[in-house]
Nanobody, 127 residues
Framework: QLQLVESGGGLVQAGGSLRLSCAAS????????MGWFRQAPGKEREFVAG???????????GYVDSVKGRFTISRDNAKNTVYLQMNSLKPEDTAVYYC?????????????????WGQGTQVTVSS
């Protein structure tokens, strides 16, 4: 059974940076499409960024418009870990951030297509 554990969240001032990590155990995630989602208080959980697996030949990464140019998703298959580098953080980025793994090689923007989820890590950006 695949397990995902997020870390790296915390409190940061606006304009600052954080790097989230999603460590997988139980099996390799090298071939899985991976996604980062977030849920702010009182809001629906939304797609933030995704990255394709090794067998995906299309565009390898994707982002929601609000984070393009500020966030970068990457993966280290040797460490079985996915990262989300977040720069130029804004108060509206405050949310619980979740890592998710799909059953296929593509990353999806719809959370219903992800089979495995981490427990989430809190990111709070102060103004």
């Amino acid at each position: 059974q695949l397990q995902l554990v997020e870390s790296g969240g915390g409190l940061v001032q606006a304009g600052g940076s954080l790097r989230l990590s999603c460590a997988a155990s139980g099996r390799t995630i090298s071939f899985a499409g991976m996604g980062w989602f977030r849920q702010a208080p009182g809001k629906e959980r939304e797609f933030v960024a995704g990255i394709g697996g090794l067998t995906w030949s299309g565009a390898n990464t994707g982002y929601v418009d609000s984070v393009k140019g500020r966030f970068t998703i990457s993966r280290d298959n040797a460490k079985n870990t996915v990262y989300l580098q977040m720069n130029s953080l804004k108060p509206e980025d405050t949310a619980v951030y979740y890592c998710a793994a799909s059953r296929g090689s593509y990353y999806y923007t719809s959370q219903s297509t992800y089979a495995y989820w981490g427990q989430g890590t809190q990111v709070t950006v102060s103004s």
